[in-house]
């Protein structure tokens, strides 16, 4: 039922859907039926959302206010991300508020740690993996979001890298010409996935979704391209070559790069199904989320759908 009411709610005019906000709380058993979507194979978990004030000018997403938003959208489980950089966000989020929003919903979010390679720390790199196994200790399951005003295997980003290896948690990274950057094709992503073989990425962003496709100028790497995807696209090359690289579908570029040419991403999506993430970067109340429909109009098969929606973040966050 909550299915084929949101639906309905999704095909009709958006000022008549807001007249039917009220329906919420009321039965309609099978009125909507006939045309409701195939039934989605699992309740999703968003491996991206931040809560806080994240630009100037955005209104504050709450803890409750994020899980309001997961409770329609069937949204069992988020994973919520600090962002510690200058050069990632107008106001910082800081880890502790995302530990204690876990701590006080275990059932519902999962918190990830993050801190500025640049910080001022005691004891170098074995002093940053103290500061990382501290929030690991508190119930971080993963490092990121990752969005740093340096090259992507700056030195000072390897030994982050080097530092989350060694702890034994996910990084999920940003990466555009100003944050995390690399060149066409990824060469620095290579760098840093053939040097830390045991630390598991997760990529997200411009930079990362834009090379989904090939012949790509560095400009491309900043934005959201349009059209056919060309073959010959980094993410297939890396994937493929490395057990190591996972993609979030989150954001925009994430929607972007599937609808953009939904022949190839729905095969890329399958091809890909067993390193893909569900995720949106729901930030501020009342943002729209596009990938619920993108997703829903590829008709995935089911064992696809549980793997992307959940079942692959599952594994890597170590939920089950
Ligand atoms: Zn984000």
């Known amino acids: 039922m909550t299915v084929s009411r949101r639906h309905f709610l999704r095909t009709t005019a ?23 979507p195939q039934k989605r194979a699992s309740k999703y978990i968003d491996v991206h959302t931040h809560i806080g004030t994240t630009w100037n000018g955005n209104k504050e997403l709450t803890a409750d206010g994020l899980l309001h938003w997961m409770d329609e959208h069937d949204v069992e489980m988020s994973v919520l991300l600090p962002l510690t950089s200058p050069e990632s966000s107008s106001f910082l989020l800081l880890t502790e508020p995302a530990l204690q929003a876990a701590k006080d919903h275990p059932d519902r979010f999962v918190a990830f740690c993050s801190i500025d390679p640049r ?31 340096l090259d992507f295997d700056d030195p000072l980003m390897m030994q982050i890298y080097d530092v989350c290896q060694e702890v034994g948690i996910p990084l999920l990274f940003h990466m555009d010409n100003q944050r995390g950057m690399d060149q066409p094709g990824l060469p620095r992503l290579e760098h840093a996935l053939v040097t830390f073989p045991k630390l598991n990425f997760i990529g997200h962003g411009p930079g990362w979704w834009a090379s989904i496709s090939g012949g ?4 491309d790497l900043m934005s959201y391209p ?28 994430g929607s972007n790069s ?17 390193r893909l993430l569900f995720g949106t970067d729901y930030l501020q109340p009342g943002q ?26 599952e594994k890597l966050l170590k939920l089950v």
């Open 258 to 274: 599937i609808s953009r040419d939904k022949d190839f991403g729905r095969e890329f999506m399958l091809r890909r199904q067993d």
């Open 119 to 149: 910080t001022s720390v005691r004891g170098g790199r074995n002093g940053f993996r103290d500061v990382i196994q501290r929030y690991v200790d508190q119930g971080a399951r993963g490092f990121g979001e990752h969005k740093v005003g």
């Open 216 to 219: 790509l100028t560095q400009k």
């Open 288 to 313: 729209p989320v596009p990938q619920f429909e993108v997703f829903d109009s590829l008709n995935l098969p089911a064992d696809a759908q549980r793997k992307i929606y959940r079942g692959n973040a």
């Open 226 to 253: 349009t059209g056919k995807v060309n073959p010959g696209g980094a993410i297939d090359r890396l994937m493929e070559q490395y057990p190591n690289i996972y993609g979030d579908l989150s954001a925009g570029s």
């Open 14 to 36: 958006l000022s008549a859907a807001s007249t039917l906000a009220g329906l919420s709380t009321v039965s309609l058993p099978g009125l909507f039926a006939a045309d409701s």
